[in-house]
T-cell receptor
Framework: QQQVKQSPQSLIVQKGGISIINCAYE??????FPWYQQFPGKGPALLIA?????SEKKEGRFTISFNKSAKQFSLHIMDSQPGDSATYFCAASWTDKLIFGTGTRLQVFP | GAGVSQSPSNKVTEKGKDVELRCDPISGHTALYWYRQSLGQGLEFLIYFQGNSAPDKSGLPSDRFSAERTGGSVSTLTIQRTQQEDSAVYLC???????????FGPGTRLTVL
């Protein structure tokens, strides 16, 4: 019940395309859903986050869509760029800890 | 300002040796977390410190793992009698309060031969 399931494991997108990464959870007590971006050799960095009282949050080319009834949330990267190539982790908070998904390796080709 | 720093960046040790990994959180951050990231895997929670409260050790995989945080700032993760399966990147993160943005350090890559 503490797991956050993330898919796909890897994703290849052409420059300018839309990248979509999906996550699902079971624990309805989760109340904070961030996405982290990690480049090789670096620690993860917060990209965008959402709370369950809204269904969508957009920051530049990055959008989180949140479906509370389905217990799913997704990250959309519009106009994907080669510089977006990284590993993306979804997460959900329960009490004072973050539970991370297993990550999606995104490769954007020119 | 300075971010979260970790040392060493890389550590190679022999099976059975003890290792200490250090984390310097962002100044003023009350919460500090340790995670383990195995090759190609997600982040596995290990331990969490919040202010002066007792740490949440629920993620420590065995009693060979321990951590302390001195003076509410610097933290040390100790792994005793290292095993090959301990090889991973150990990440530290800090935040200003509970369930807020966690700022990660660059990690320490531990290799146990």
């Amino acid at each position: 019940q503490q797991q956050v399931k993330q898919s796909p494991q890897s994703l290849i997108v052409q420059k300018g395309g839309i990248s979509i990464i999906n996550c699902a959870y079971e624990n309805t007590a989760f109340d904070y859903f961030p996405w982290y971006q990690q480049f090789p050799g670096k620690g993860p960095a917060l990209l965008i986050a959402i709370r369950p009282d809204v269904s969508e949050k957009k920051e530049g080319r990055f959008t989180i869509s949140f479906n509370k009834s389905a217990k799913q949330f997704s990250l959309h990267i519009m106009d994907s760029q080669p510089g977006d190539s990284a590993t993306y982790f979804c997460a959900a908070s329960w009490t004072d800890k973050l539970i991370f998904g297993t990550g999606t390796r995104l490769q954007v080709f020119p | 300002g300075a971010g979260v720093s970790q040392s060493p960046s890389n550590k190679v040790t022999e099976k059975g040796k003890d290792v200490e990994l250090r984390c310097d959180p962002i100044s003023g951050h009350t919460a500090l977390y340790w995670y383990r990231q195995s090759l190609g895997q997600g982040l596995e929670f290990l331990i969490y410190f919040q202010g002066n409260s007792a740490p949440d050790k629920s993620g420590l995989p065995s009693d060979r793992f321990s951590a302390e945080r001195t003076g509410g700032s610097v933290s040390t993760l100790t792994i005793q009698r290292t095993q090959q399966e301990d090889s991973a990147v150990y990440l530290c993160a800090s935040s200003n309060r509970q369930v807020d943005t966690q700022y990660f350090g660059p990690g320490t890559r531990l290799t146990v031969l």
